[in-house]
């Protein structure tokens, strides 16, 4: 068993909010307001959001789950139909699709990107099939132009699940710009936070309305000022006070992602030199991509531990890590449809090995040494050929 070092340096979490002085008094003074629910700030953030995905409209919800649910509400997904998706994703897109009564319909991803494996979407696509949900990875978007020609040829809706992603460009615009729906996420480990938050970017106004009965118990106005409900809609306004959280955080947006572009390229120089790992593609337009996680996979065949310990060895040495993502499909939830070991190799290979290394706004460059030096050491020490 590791013992920890003795001069362990503070504890460096994989993932951390900025919040500074300026917005948690903002959000006091919303929270001394009096009006501390849905209201004003609300619409601001979701104007300000709009401005940042090139003048579609936006709307906020209390979680980029909360988003893609009504997403595929508003894409009137439903029992019997299918969803195609990829696995190599967080629980919630497969959680969502369940819920709303659809069967997910998974495909593999890319090996360098993780990104949806658009290759084999085609093959997969049948009578029940209603919508696409790819991922967006950091570092490399989905090709959004193969996506939608996709989707136009076989008349379904795209759900883009841009959680990770807020601040990538597309052929020079910005993620949320172009397509059909796009889900955003503010938890506290995304590139920018409203502490929980989420929200879609839709296609006009009409759409717009809809999300706001969906997120708001289904609630109509009938025109004698009483209210009504067609549609068992859910609880997912986002108060008032996140959202003054999250617009001062929208602010501070660019200077957010450059720190994190330097800590990657760091990342990625380090890399380049200490220990064997598969490292995250590295753009060729490095400005055009957000940076909210570094994952790379260990070379687990040439180690003599596992991923535990290696986790566990650097959590010794004071550096947490986390495992993003689970294959979506070998979980308890998407066995129940079927799914076994093999089915999508690539995957699996990505979900066995992969760690997330620490990246957030209030790191430093020497706390990128640090985590790669603790990397070096951890993989030399446990080398199967000793060297
Ligand atoms: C890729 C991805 N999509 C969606 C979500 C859900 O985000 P939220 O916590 O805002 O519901 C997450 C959360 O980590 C995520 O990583």
């Known amino acids: ?76 997904v439903g029992p019997g139909d299918e969803v195609i998706t990829c696995a190599q994703s967080f629980f919630t897109v497969l959680n969502m699709i369940v819920k709303v009564g659809a069967t997910p319909v998974f495909v593999d991803c890319e090996p360098v990107t993780r990104n949806i494996d658009l290759g084999q979407v085609e093959a997969k696509i049948g009578p029940r099939t209603r ?32 959680a990770l992603v807020i601040g990538s460009r597309y052929r020079g615009r910005p993620v949320g710009a172009i397509g059909d729906l796009v889900t955003l996420s503010f938890h506290p480990n995304k590139n920018i936070t409203s502490i929980e938050g989420g929200a879609i970017v839709c296609n006009g106004d009409v759409e717009a309305k809809r999300i706001e009965t969906l997120r708001f118990h289904g609630i109509e106005r009938r025109p004698d000022g009483t209210r009504d409900v067609a549609f068992p809609g859910g609880k997912f306004n986002l108060p008032d006070v996140n959202a003054r959280i999250g617009l001062a955080q929208l602010e501070r947006l660019p200077g957010f992602l450059a720190v994190r572009r330097s800590l990657v390229e760091r990342y990625f120089a380090r890399f380049a030199t200490d220990p064997g790992c598969e490292l995250p593609p590295r ?35 004071g550096i947490m890590t986390g495992v993003s993502y689970e294959a979506l499909h070998l979980s308890t939830l998407g066995r129940r449809f079927g799914y076994r070991e093999g089915d999508l190799p690539e995957t699996e290979r990505i979900a066995s ?4 290394l620490p990246l957030h706004a209030a790191m430093t460059t020497a706390d990128i ?18 060297r």
């Not at 994989?14 to 004003?40: K, M, N, Q, W």
């Open 353 to 356: 090995a992969t760690v997330t």
């Open 131 to 162: 919508a696409i949900i790819p991922t967006h990875w950091p570092g490399s978007l989905a090709d959004l132009d193969a996506l939608y020609a996709l989707a136009r040829r076989h008349n379904l809706r795209v759900i883009e699940d841009a």
């Open 283 to 317: 753009p060729a337009d490095g400005d055009g991509q957000s940076w909210n996680m570094f994952c790379v996979l260990l070379p687990l065949d040439r180690l003599t531990i596992t991923r535990k310990e290696f986790r566990d060895a650097l959590a010794a040495r």
């Open 1 to 76: 068993m590791e013992t920890t070092p003795l001069d362990t340096p503070a504890p460096l979490k994989f993932a951390s909010p900025f919040l500074d002085e300026t917005t948690i008094a903002a959000a006091a003074d919303v929270l001394r307001s009096g009006h501390i629910t849905s209201g004003p700030w609300v619409e601001r953030f979701e104007a300000a959001l709009s401005a940042h995905c090139g003048g579609r409209p936006v709307r906020a919800l209390t979680s980029a789950t909360a988003a893609i649910e009504v997403a595929l509400q508003l894409a009137v």
């Open 369 to 386: 040494d640090r985590v790669c030096a603790a990397c070096a050491e951890v993989i030399a020490r446990h080398r199967k050929d000793g």
